[in-house]
């Protein structure tokens, strides 16, 4: 059998997190009553004419600086004419030639792959490049059900960035990194909130196969409408999988849009794809051109850190681990609450708080299935509590049941550990009495130290510990115990 190349490129649709939508003053709120956000304009009634949101062109813009997209000086909008009962107008306001971005790529890092992939990646610190960003208005929701189907066109109208690659994909766990890493920086960005849940980020997929050695590529065939990355990836394994069992099977394949069906894990085919030519663009005569160079300058004031610059300065400035540095910038919430922890008590190291971070807020965070906004801890509880284990006032132990008692409740670990009892025994005159006991007690063991067996130091330790109740300091027990067997 022939070994097969495989081509990905993928137009991701990201609403904008704006206020009003993009050519009317109508509000965009997500679950909000159908129908109860609607104008003249995005109804697409006779006479009703179009304004430009100026905020929605900035943030268009703003998340092209974050890709390290070039912009064009003059930008314009144009008619793509199509019938479907979701757009009213029957044209949807769109950008052709001249769109807001062009260029620019999105950087793959080893977290943004899924779990399974992260061992095996083929190109490590790979960059997707971008062909544009365009901006255009969103279309009505259908619901279809066994009556009939259902339209609702609150989401009509809401600002829409198309980000369009290269096809510049390898596989379909690639295009799941791209699309995480894109996601992130858009949220970095905040232009929009990119929650595939709720609609506001979408994906078509455009895979084509060909033979090794073909510099051709294959037929474009379009997967429409894709609303998770575990969707993107499993459609794509299969539909690459068709592909080729298609082309062993001596069959010519055409370009062509087709559904997916994830239930049933198949795509099944929609229409022959259709060219520019058949949509009749032509430019808005209600929507006059803009330069884009005032907006521009405005907008580079605007720029935030990217996810992955926010990376290595955690590497760099709290000498965590890259792979720890991942995991907290992964969500930006998460990225500044962990900064809050760090910057409550600059004596706390910050190494310390991230395995706090990591091994127990997000463990907790998952158990429950709270999100990290509806979490009661807060980040200078945190910082408190392991201030307390590093000045040794509780053991490692007590400090996770505070840390229990801390998330469900919000209490701070001070009240905590005080209505315990946790607060532990540094006095030397008690401590000395526990290491003349132990000592005493245990001959033997002082005669393996003394042979330079330091194992017996955490032993002995242990022995005081229990007599102790675990109030005992364990650092100042160790460090005696030296001192009195040395």
């Known amino acids: 059998m022939p070994k097969y190349i495989t081509t990905i490129g993928l137009e991701v649709h990201a609403q904008l997190n704006t206020r009003s939508k993009m050519f009317c003053p109508c509000p965009v709120q997500f679950g909000a009553e159908p129908n109860t956000h609607t104008c003249p304009t995005c109804l697409g009634l006779p006479g009703a004419l179009p304004v430009l949101n100026l905020i929605a062109i900035e943030k268009t813009m703003l998340a092209g600086l974050m890709l390290d997209c070039e912009t064009p000086e003059i930008s314009k909008w144009d008619r793509k004419n199509y019938f479907y009962p979701d757009m009213p107008k029957n044209y949807q306001l769109t950008q052709l030639d001249a769109p807001l971005c062009l260029g620019g790529g999105v950087p793959l890092y080893d977290l943004a792959y899924p779990k399974d992939a992260q061992r095996t990646i083929k190109n490590p610190k790979k960059v997707v490049k971008l062909t544009r960003i365009h901006l255009e208005e969103d279309v009505g929701k259908s619901t279809h059900t066994g009556l009939g189907t259902l339209l609702d066109f609150n989401r009509a109208g809401t600002p829409l960035m198309e980000i369009v690659s290269d096809p510049d994909i390898e596989s379909a766990e690639e295009a799941f990194a791209y699309l995480n890493s894109l996601r992130q920086i858009l949220v970095y960005a905040g232009v929009s909130d990119a929650d595939m849940e709720k609609g506001q980020m979408r994906c078509d997929v455009n895979i084509s196969v060909r033979p090794e050695g073909q510099k051709e590529l294959g037929a474009k065939i379009e997967l429409k ?22 082309l062993n099977n001596g069959e010519v394949l055409s370009q062509c ?27 808005c005569p209600d929507l006059l051109p803009i330069r884009t160079g005032p907006i521009l300058e405005r907008v580079r004031l605007q720029i935030l850190e990217s996810p992955h610059g926010k990376r290595e300065r ?17 969500e930006k919430a998460l990225a500044n609450w962990f900064e809050c922890a760090v910057q409550a008590d600059l004596l706390v190291p910050p ?10 807020l997000l463990g907790r965070l ?6 990290l906004a509806d979490c009661l ?20 132990n007590q400090a996770k049941e505070v840390f229990a008692v801390m998330f469900a409740t919000g209490d701070s670990a001070g009240n905590i550990i005080q209505s315990k009892g946790f607060e532990q ?16 007690a245990n001959p033997d063991k002082v005669v393996e130290f003394k042979a330079g067996n330091d194992k017996v130091i955490n032993w002995m330790t242990g022995q005081m510990m229990k007599s102790s109740g675990g109030k005992a300091n364990p650092k100042v027990l160790g460090e005696m115990l030296r001192v009195k067997m040395g």
Request: glycine fraction near 6%; charge should be negative.
């Open 425 to 440: 025994v540094s006095d030397t005159g008690a401590l000395e009495s526990l290491c003349d006991q132990v000592i005493s």
């Open 257 to 283: 849009t087709r559904r997916w069906d994830d239930d049933r894990g198949e795509s099944i085919l929609m229409r022959s794809k259709e060219d520019a030519h058949d949509y009749r663009y032509f430019p």
């Open 225 to 246: 409408n894709l609303n998770s990355m575990s969707a993107v990836r499993r459609s794509i394994h299969v539909e690459v999988q068709r592909q080729i069992e298609c």
């Open 366 to 371: 998952n158990e429950s299935g709270l999100a």
């Open 314 to 330: 955690f590497e760099v400035e709290y000498g965590i681990s890259a792979y720890d540095a991942g995991v907290l910038t992964n």
């Open 377 to 396: 801890l807060k980040p200078d509880a945190l910082s408190e509590l392991v201030a307390f284990v590093e000045s040794g006032k509780i053991s490692n």
């Open 351 to 360: 190494k310390k708080v991230a395995n706090w971070v990591i091994n127990d």
